[in-house]
């Protein structure tokens, strides 16, 4: 006579059933992570309706496109050279921003002397990609176009520095190190960490948990970029001796406090770090510090239905273009 099945114990049974759940909601949590990435950073036309597209703007200086290869991708892009030009401004644009994004600045820089590259990123307009990818992709695009430059014999051999905003600001900071050749940086709107920047979001939409579900938002910002998942900014800056110029409004809402460049402006230990914090009201926001008061407060008081004027809602701030192109030619002078 056979004897009876014996039952598994009843701990040893839940602690099966505790690690088969816990082993589905980690798949789970992978697989939605995954997708909520696509779904978030997925392709990109790269131009706001508030802002002049070449065409329209129609500008007096000529401009010639470029391509470049950025991991599996070819990125398309545009260079506006000045007569006898002092050095080479690189626009590094934002998330989802294309290469006209900052065009009114790009005109101000060559009239001033200055020659600019830009150019549509990652799965943003001209350029390939499925999508935008993460946020420390600008950071990519940024690494291959300063090899590219340096590589191709197109380029000339003007000095280099960077005009970065938000991703873009993230990327000239984190990429100072690598390219010794770049001699200055001005970063607007700069957030120190991409995967921290994301999880305070996510904190804000789903509480706590944004905190239970972080482990995967960092594993899947490690499957896309490796070691460069979640690299610090201001480590980035406080690693070089590079002049950088950090420029942050106190009502950001797209880059908290606590997660951005210009918190604690006394703390960097680069010698040649440089704060501004804007805290005139319209300004004071996440993409508007380069504008006039008159422009930020349309943009901000514009409907949906509202016709567009153009011409003021991109109208430079004055003393935020000279403070730029200050810094800039200050960091090509000559040290005494």
Not at 36 to 55: C, D, E, K, M, Q
Not at 78 to 106: C, F, M
Not at 126 to 148: K, P, W
Not at 261 to 288: G, L, M, W
Request: glycine fraction near 6%.
């Amino acid at each position: 006579m056979k004897s009876a099945a014996r039952k598994p114990h009843p701990i040893k049974r839940a602690l099966c059933i505790l690690l088969a759940a816990l082993i589905l909601y980690c798949a789970l949590s992978m697989l939605a992570t995954a997708v909520v990435f696509r779904v978030i950073f997925a392709r990109r036309n790269g131009l706001s309706p508030l802002r002049y597209t070449y065409a329209e703007l129609q500008p007096d200086c000529e401009r010639t496109r470029f391509t470049f290869p950025s991991g599996r991708n070819t990125l398309s892009g545009w260079r506006y050279d000045a007569d006898d030009p002092k050095g080479l401004i690189v626009i590094v644009n934002g998330i989802g921003d294309g290469a006209d994004a900052h065009l009114p600045e790009i005109v101000a820089f060559v009239h001033a002397g200055w020659s600019a590259a830009t150019w549509d990123a990652t799965g943003v307009g001209d350029s390939e990609g499925r999508g935008v990818i993460g946020l420390q992709q600008i950071r990519e695009d940024l690494a291959a176009f300063l090899d590219y430059r340096t590589q191709s014999d197109v380029w000339d051999g003007l000095p280099v520095v960077l005009y970065g905003h938000s991703a873009g600001a993230y990327a000239a900071t984190t990429e100072l190190s690598a390219h010794p050749e770049v001699r200055a940086a001005v970063c607007i709107s700069g957030f120190d960490r991409p995967a921290a920047l994301m999880h305070a979001h996510a904190k804000t939409r789903v509480g706590i948990l944004a905190d239970l579900e972080y482990p995967f938002l960092y594993l899947e910002c490690a499957f896309l970029f490796g070691k460069n998942a979640d690299d610090s900014a201001r480590a980035a800056i406080d690693a070089v001796t590079t002049p950088v110029l950090i420029v942050g409004g106190d009502s950001d809402d797209l880059v908290p406090y606590d997660n951005s460049q210009i918190r604690d402006p006394e703390s960097y230990a680069n010698p040649n770090v440089r704060c501004v914090e804007i805290t005139s009201a319209y300004r004071n926001e996440h993409s508007t510090p380069w504008l006039s008061v008159g422009a930020a407060r349309y943009r901000a008081e514009l409907s949906d239905t509202d016709p567009i004027d153009k011409a003021l809602a991109n109208e430079l701030d004055p003393t935020f273009m000279e403070t730029v192109l200050q810094f800039f030619e200050d960091a090509l002078r000559p040290s005494e």
